[in-house]
């Protein structure tokens, strides 16, 4: 059972461990905002990852609370050791990302005595609207969703709500109306994220290249916004940068070496590759190795995630950047919960912050294990 230090030094620990990525990423500019643009100042280009999900100074909306949400729903402990916690895990755990998530809710729950059923879609919207309906029948009185898309779990959410039951959702956001159709939403602000990977790319290729971008999963908020403030930051800011080519890799690193591979092969062009999570970039790395081009040299890559093997990669040269997205979030996500049941509420959105990993600090985070 891991026991966590009293909060006080839990919060020194963070702040040692390093600042968010940059200033604009720390502001609560939320995920469709359009954040003012990273600023990339050293101090914040040597933030380190933060061992901790800790929400940003900000938050936005009211307190949401039990007495509010939907009406009202029945005031629960979650700590009783009776009351059923249900957690909805979108994505396969072979992803870094999603095994680091899935293992802090857990780790969490453990701590606190919550008793916790849980279960995995593998990426499939069908799966995990059954599986949520299946974690109802089974005694669940609230939820921890991680949604695999924005859109398609309107029927567990529905059900979910006609039983009065509540749902937090982390990672991502559905459609819906924060405090009526789910508590709230905890997770990171990846439209900035995206800018600052535009501006790792252009200082990385002098602000001159021809860039391939792999998408996320279609249909997500993560997706669209990494996309959308790629492009944004690009037009905005480096008018030599031009984007030849963009193609979902589904968030896959097979997917992701399958579309590099057909993209090098169409565009000889291609320099530079911005990946919308790490898996795609590592399976962009062995496609750019299999085109004969040496990664971090021929092609510079910048990605989004910060999981070990792709801050390796940073250390070693072949990524130029990786902007890390905290799965951490179990204290985060419990403490939210609580304070819904208690007076405090939760704001409508709770931005994270997140590391950044470059060729200045990537070895001193994976020396120091701050690398998930
Ligand atoms: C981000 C999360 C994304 C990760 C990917 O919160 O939804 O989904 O960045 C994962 O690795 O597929």
Redesign the pocket.
Known sequence: MTTRPPARSVAAAVLAAGLCLAASACTNSGNDDKASGPSSSAADNTAASQQVVTPTDSAAGAGCTSQQYGGGVPKLDITDGSTVVGFSQ??STS?P??AT?TKSIENEAKRLGVKLIERNAN?DVNTQNSQIEDMIAQGAKVLIV?PENSDGLGPALAQAKAKKIPVLT???TVTGAACTDFIAFI??N?YGQAQIAADDLAQATGGKAHVAILT??PG?N?TTD?TKGFQDQVKAKYPNIQVVASQTGN??QTDGQKVMEQLLQAHSDINAVYA????MALGAVQAIRAAGKTPGKDVKIVS??G?QQAVQDVAAGQLAADIE?N?RFGPLAFQSLQDFYGTKGVPDKVIIKDGHFTSANAKQALDQGLVY
């Open positions: 979108s994505e992803n990302f999603r998530e990426a991680a982390i990672d991502r997770g990171s990846f996320g999963t997500n993560v990494r968030f896959a919308e999570n790490d898996e989004i995630d999981i997205t799965p």
